[in-house]
């Protein structure tokens, strides 16, 4: 494992009032695990959701697929599966990267891109009859595109064969470059593009992999606005990492000032001893206020909660920035939207909105 995943810097004194961030522990170096607030506790599925749940991972394990739920651990996976949702991770089940809060395996030069892996992905997505898939994927550093076509192909033939299923791809970064970002999206029949940048910008080195910067993220969510306006642009952030409150809201503007659509905004949990360990529990009031700020800012939509995750309820998130009729609910979150337009295309800024 790279010699970086365990390397935890210190942060100087920040401007503007901010306190100084202590060191960043991993959680191994906690002296006890802290315990979770009484507000994470979820219930395991029963009877009709039990069979559903079933059905999600049988689904998954007969096409050879990859989840993030799984993957990444996610607390909320028994949620999902049992209502019929799923994340699918494209590319591999190794990243190139070494991120400190993930639980994603990371490999320098992971196997070769599945070529059967489009057509294994449609065949999932139709069999599960589900309204919007998302589909995330791994870092390939490895390769000169980033993947980039792989996951053009995977989009390209979910949407051939469920036409009616919405998409969404939660993508990495690209290693920056514009020119594989402007392929993958070319004619891309995604609804959302989705990219998170992860935490405030003065943690980027403690939290995330050397190779990834706040930065780099808004040049691809702004972008990704440029190229395709007629599409929901989105990110998320994780509290509970050394980050101070003001400096989340500051991180919400610098998004909105580059297009993005929604937000999510979600509490940090530790999957291991070996992970960034966890700074703070926000009380889930904190969260309801983060929601009123965002649409104060002008998101057309954000979930806000401890448990929230970017790929959680994401199709939820989605219908109700669009659908003004729309009365889903997401346990546990504060759900948000602007005032409903009458269209799709009056969500989106125009290019002089988007920061160049």
Not at 295 to 324: H, Q
Request: glycine letters at 6%; a negative charge.
């Amino acid at each position: 494992m790279p010699a970086y995943l365990f390397d935890v810097r210190s942060c100087g004194l920040e401007q503007g009032g901010h306190r100084m961030a202590k060191n960043l522990k991993m959680a191994s170096q906690k002296a006890a695990r802290p315990r979770l607030p009484p507000w994470f506790r979820t219930k395991l599925p029963s009877g009709t959701q039990q069979a559903m749940f079933n059905e999600t991972m049988d689904a998954v394990k007969d096409n050879q697929l990859h989840t993030v739920c799984q993957e990444a651990k996610c607390p909320n996976i028994h949620d999902c599966w049992s209502s019929g949702d799923a994340t699918f991770m494209i590319a591999g089940k190794e990243c190139t990267r070494g991120c400190r809060f993930c639980a994603v395996g990371t490999r320098k030069t992971p196997p070769p891109l599945d070529v059967n892996e489009p057509r294994q992905l449609a065949d999932a997505v139709e069999s599960m009859n589900l309204r919007h898939a998302v589909i995330t994927v791994v870092n390939r550093d490895d390769l000169d595109d980033s993947a980039a076509d792989h996951y053009k192909q995977c989009l390209a033939a979910v949407a051939e064969r469920c036409p009616d299923v919405s998409l969404e791809l939660l993508c990495s970064d690209l290693a920056g470059d514009l020119n594989d970002l402007a392929h993958l999206l070319e004619d891309s029949p995604l609804l959302v593009f989705a990219h998170n940048v992860e935490c405030v910008p003065r943690l980027d080195s403690i939290v995330r992999d050397p190779r990834a910067s706040f930065e780099q993220s808004l040049s691809i969510l702004r972008e990704a606005k440029r190229l395709r306006p007629d599409m929901l642009t989105k990110s998320s952030l994780m509290v509970g990492v050394g980050e101070t409150d003001d400096e989340i809201v500051e991180a919400m503007q610098l998004l909105r000032d580059v297009g993005v659509d929604l937000l999510t905004i979600g509490q940090y949990l530790a999957p291991s001893k070996n992970h960034l360990a966890i700074d703070r529990f926000p009380e889930p009031e904190m969260y309801d206020i983060w929601a009123q700020k965002a649409i104060e800012m002008g998101f057309s939509g954000v979930a806000s909660g401890p448990l929230v995750r970017s790929s959680y309820k994401a199709g939820l998130l989605m219908r109700k920035t669009l659908d003004e009729n729309n009365t889903e609910e997401m346990p546990g979150a504060y759900v948000l939207v602007q005032p409903k337009p009458t269209n799709q295309h009056a969500l989106m800024p125009s290019h002089g909105e988007v920061q160049q």
